[in-house]
């Protein structure tokens, strides 16, 4: 670990200052309970897009640590985690978000088992020392935990593997003075730079990734590959030699991904044909400079709020085919046509299409009474409507009860129509889980082959059910909206549904 000498000296002193930072007494939080009003669930973060970690019944009491806005942080049992505060009759006085900042020391610490951004800055800085041959996925892991000894070993720290705060105000330190000032590029690195090293390595063939911005470790390899073929010493690093190779070869220029993805800082014909449709749709004020900016990025986002998607700023298939949609719809007064304009010496943007994935659609398949129809013909998206309700039946136990739509571009979102409704699926699945359950799914008298989760997530639009947020329903080839792709479990389960039709 020959990087490590360069920063030991300026450890010490950070971990004084940490320690004396550590030594403040924590104020007492206030005592109180709370008795969920509803099937509830217990999640990791303060969110309804974050894990579940258990359910707390109708009527069962748990311990409420502190109140910060529509949420509390509750113990139940062994775990520790938040609950819609809505969801609770609470009694005694919790403590503020506030008046318990002091007393949560631990939200400075983290160790293994932890999740969040805080962790995976913390990766970045140790894989940028050298201590963590891995990515930095946020999670912490017996990985990270090992990084973290070896740092506070050559920190002079407790090595517990635990980063308090001694250990965080100490790596920042050592990454503060061991920041490279020779252009180099490596992994961990983030940034514009970044994205310039990995389009031009895309551009040449060593990469097959997306230009994300941040140096992992399929850039890493790449890197490593075009500097053998270059006759270069094979580190992984991209110091000033291999960029300028690099540059040299790929014509001093970056290319475009070739990815049916566009995202914020992508400059290509397919961001100006969607900035296009977005202008045309209202949703930017811009011009279509062909370069995907912030602007463009609001624009993306607010688009895919209002059509239910997952708004990310990331316009990838469903997105799309979504504007390309509304673009047929709104022009020339909703008429359609691929291959003709309807109106003379307009502007080209209502002909635009944008290059999408081509989704193959499988011919529809019966069996006994059992519909089993691929979600890309867009027969089940244009039949069930938002807000319609439909029958869920779980072909395992039989149970049924009502659905109604939430939303959904790649696959179906719903949510239990009553309390009554969610009681029964809280009873099918047991505990949270994204694994998925095979069902029939009954509207207007046709039953389809599908399958369904059970996690409880994002936003809702019926608040008297008892549910909090919303669940995927799938069917065939049906994709996810995070990632764009095709979920595996929910897949098996649809084709069981079909199987089980009798």
Not at 157 to 165: E, H, L, N, Q, T
Not at 281 to 296: H, I, P, Q, V, W
Not at 347 to 358: A, F, K, M, N, W
């Amino acid at each position: 670990m020959n990087r490590l000498t360069a920063w030991k000296r300026w450890t010490a002193a950070a971990v004084a200052f940490a320690a004396l930072a550590g030594c403040m007494p924590a104020a007492r939080a206030a005592s109180a309970s709370g008795t969920a009003t509803a099937n509830v669930m217990v999640r990791q973060k303060a969110s309804t897009s974050s894990t579940a970690l258990s359910t707390v019944k109708k009527g069962q009491t748990v311990t409420v640590l502190s109140v910060d806005g529509d949420w509390a942080k509750v113990k139940d049992g062994s775990r520790t985690g938040y609950v819609a505060l809505r969801y609770l009759d609470l009694s005694g006085t919790p403590s503020s978000s506030s008046s318990s900042s002091s007393s949560s020391s631990s939200s400075s610490t983290l160790r293994k088992g932890d999740e969040g951004e805080a962790v995976k800055a913390m990766q970045k800085q140790l894989i940028s020392l050298g201590l963590l041959d891995a990515d930095a996925t946020g999670l912490f892991g017996s990985a990270t935990r090992e990084a973290v000894k070896a740092f506070q070993r050559s920190a002079g720290i407790s090595a517990d593997g635990v980063a308090g705060k001694a250990t965080l105000s100490a790596l920042a330190a050592a990454c503060s003075t061991s920041l490279s000032s020779s252009g180099s590029l490596q992994k961990g690195d983030e940034g514009a730079e970044v994205t310039s090293l990995q389009k031009m390595l895309i551009q040449l063939g060593y990469l097959s990734t997306d230009a994300t911005g941040y140096y992992g470790s399929a850039t890493k390899k790449a890197v490593l590959d075009f500097q053998k073929d270059a006759g270069l010493t094979a580190d992984g690093v991209a110091g000033k030699a291999t960029r300028s190779a690099l540059e040299k070869k790929a014509g001093g220029s970056s290319a475009s991904s070739s990815s049916s993805v566009l995202r914020e800082g992508d400059e290509s014909e397919a961001v100006k044909a969607m900035q296009k449709l977005l202008i045309q749709a209202g949703y930017l004020k811009t011009d279509a400079t062909g370069f995907f900016g912030s602007a463009t990025a609001a624009a993306v986002r607010a688009f895919q709020k209002d059509h239910d998607l997952s708004a990310d700023g990331i316009a990838g298939a469903a997105t799309l085919t979504l504007l390309n949609k509304s673009s047929s719809q709104t022009s020339s007064g909703g008429s359609s046509g691929s291959g003709s304009s309807s109106s003379s010496g307009s502007s080209d943007s209502s002909s635009v299409t944008i290059p999408t994935e081509e989704i193959p659609v499988e011919d529809t398949q019966v069996r006994n009474g059992v519909i089993l129809e691929d979600w890309w013909s867009g027969k089940i998206d244009a039949l069930i409507k938002r807000g319609q309700t439909f029958t869920v039946t779980d072909v395992l136990t039989g149970r049924s009860f009502t659905c109604a739509r939430y939303g959904g571009g790649n696959h179906l979102d719903a949510e239990p129509y009553t309390a009554e409704d969610s009681a029964i699926y809280f009873d099918i699945f047991g505990t949270p889980t994204w694994s998925a359950r095979a069902i029939w799914l009954t509207f207007d008298g046709e039953t389809y082959a599908a399958a369904m989760n059970g996690m409880p997530h994002g936003g809702e639009k019926i608040t008297t059910n008892n549910f909090d947020g919303q669940f995927c329903i799938h069917f065939l080839n049906s994709r996810t909206h995070g990632g764009d792709r095709v979920n595996d479990d929910m897949q098996a389960r649809v084709m069981e549904a079909f199987q089980a039709a009798r």
